[in-house]
């Protein structure tokens, strides 16, 4: 300790924090609690993520209302049969083992879901494209009699020029609105997706 110095910062000039030293303390006493944590990738823009809040979705939803249309969120999701989410009671010191087939396989599903709990999906195999993504907003307007306003993330199956071609051709019954990047949390759908690895988890 420098003499003087602020007893709370070591040599370095760095803070300590101050959490009791007695590691086995319950951590309830320090004010903390157990908790699956929200990941939230570092490239994200906070502006960004608060202007598309407060002002872009904003005007989509009165679009949507002046125009009679549905919002719906569309993403992807993929669930594997190796997944090894999750926690089992076992006795003290004995580690439990999880037996299961050695083949991998994966369920792949392309979904959308509303803010009054509409909710479309299609189960398919083989990796998302645009060849088979634009069958999914097809069949959306098949189901509903109204325009449809989706919304994705900026992937490049999304972005991609068969894409923006068929919602052009559609009359107006088909609109594209695009997340800001690296902002899952901005769409309800993976919202669904992040709950349902919380219960495996």
Not at 14 to 24: K, V
Not at 167 to 186: H, I, V, W
Request: hydrophobic letters at 35%.
């Amino acid at each position: 300790m420098v003499p003087g110095a602020d007893p709370g910062h070591d040599q370095a000039g760095l803070r300590e924090e101050r959490f009791p030293r007695d590691h086995g303390a319950d951590p309830g006493e320090a004010g903390m609690s157990l908790q699956r944590p929200l990941y939230r990738a570092w490239k994200q823009d906070p502006g960004r993520v608060e202007k598309r809040k407060r002002g872009e979705y904003p005007a989509i939803r009165a679009r949507a209302a002046a125009a009679g249309a549905v919002i719906l969120f569309a993403d992807e999701a993929s669930v594997r049969t190796d997944c090894h989410a999750g926690t089992t009671w076992a006795p003290v010191g004995c580690t439990p083992v999880v037996t299961g087939p050695a083949v991998r396989h994966a369920v792949k599903m392309v979904s959308a879901v509303g803010q009054r709990g509409e909710c479309s999906f299609e189960v398919h195999e083989g990796s998302m494209n645009a060849e088979r993504f634009t069958g999914f907003p097809e069949k959306l307007l098949h189901d509903f009699d109204r325009p449809v306003f989706l919304v994705v993330d900026g992937s490049s199956v999304h972005k991609a020029r068969k894409v923006r071609d068929f919602a052009a051709g559609t009359q107006g019954r088909l609109e594209l609105f695009f997340l800001p990047p690296y902002s899952p949390e901005l769409n309800p759908g993976r919202m669904g997706e992040q709950e349902r690895q919380a219960r495996q988890g």
